[in-house]
């Protein structure tokens, strides 16, 4: 069964660091791109972070700089290094592999495989 | 960056009503659109990808069309299970996802 797990979340004080890890299983994990994506409480999805199965990797403007993703194919784990945190990085983290789909002379990309997410607190 | 809106924000609809939700793109996007279901406390999941194409496993009723700018996610007769939050997602450029469209019971 193709299977991603989330760990590491849990409560943290303003300018804290914490380190989300997503283990994966039933796939061949080195072949895909590996996405975050976060969920506050209350609100619509909001990308996060990609890398490619050769690390090249992107970040959303909000965590730039304070969020380091990064991935070890030998151990089939994804992880997600939060410093600097605040009280708006507050939210559920979901993994999610990233598919990609040959169509109508198009190349698609989409996250067909999703966590159930770990909740991040950010909070004195 | 790429900015998406979806219309309307909220709906309430009956078992067996048609249901469409609108998905706006800040520049053109060609098909490069996605749309997700989530339930509270559920991870989402994945509906359509490239505006139209129908991820395996999900019921026919689901359709999407569109291109360019502007796109649209019909349910063409609505099931009890159908109720939740829908998004759409564009990957011509990374990732951005809409705010959401929460479909609850009339």
């Known amino acids: 069964e193709v299977q991603l797990v989330e760990s590491g979340g849990g409560l943290v004080q303003p300018g804290g660091s914490l380190r989300l890890s997503c283990a994966a299983s039933?796939?061949?994990?080195?072949?895909?791109?590996m996405n975050w994506v976060r969920q506050a409480p209350g609100k619509g999805l909001e990308w996060v972070s990609y890398?490619?199965?050769?690390?090249?990797?992107y970040y959303a403007d909000s965590v730039k700089g304070r969020f380091t993703i990064s991935r070890d194919n030998a151990k089939n784990s994804l992880h997600l290094q939060m410093n600097s945190l605040r009280a708006e990085d507050t939210a559920i983290y979901y993994c999610?592999?990233?598919?990609?789909?040959?169509?109508?002379?198009?190349?698609?990309?989409?996250?067909?495989?999703w966590g159930k997410g770990t909740t991040v607190t950010v909070s004195s | 960056d790429i900015q998406m809106t979806q219309s309307p924000s909220s709906l309430s609809a009956s078992v067996g009503d048609r249901v469409t939700i609108t998905c706006r793109a800040s520049?053109?996007?060609?098909?490069?659109l996605n749309w997700y279901q989530q339930k509270p406390g559920k991870a989402p999941k994945l509906l359509i990808y490239?505006?139209?194409s129908l991820q395996s496993g999900v019921p026919s009723r689901f359709s999407g069309s569109g291109s360019g700018t502007d796109f649209t996610l019909t349910i063409s007769s609505l099931q009890p299970e159908d109720f939740a939050t829908y998004y759409c997602?564009?990957?011509?450029?990374?990732?951005?996802f809409g705010p959401g469209t929460k479909v609850d019971i009339k």
């Open positions: 490239g505006a139209s």
């Open positions: 999610a592999r990233e598919y990609t789909s040959s169509s109508r002379g198009h190349y698609y990309y989409y996250m067909d495989v």
């Open positions: 520049q053109s996007i060609s098909t490069y």
């Open positions: 039933g796939f061949t994990f080195s072949y895909y791109e």
């Open positions: 997602q564009q990957s011509y450029t990374i990732f951005t």
């Open positions: 890398i490619s199965g050769s690390n090249t990797i």
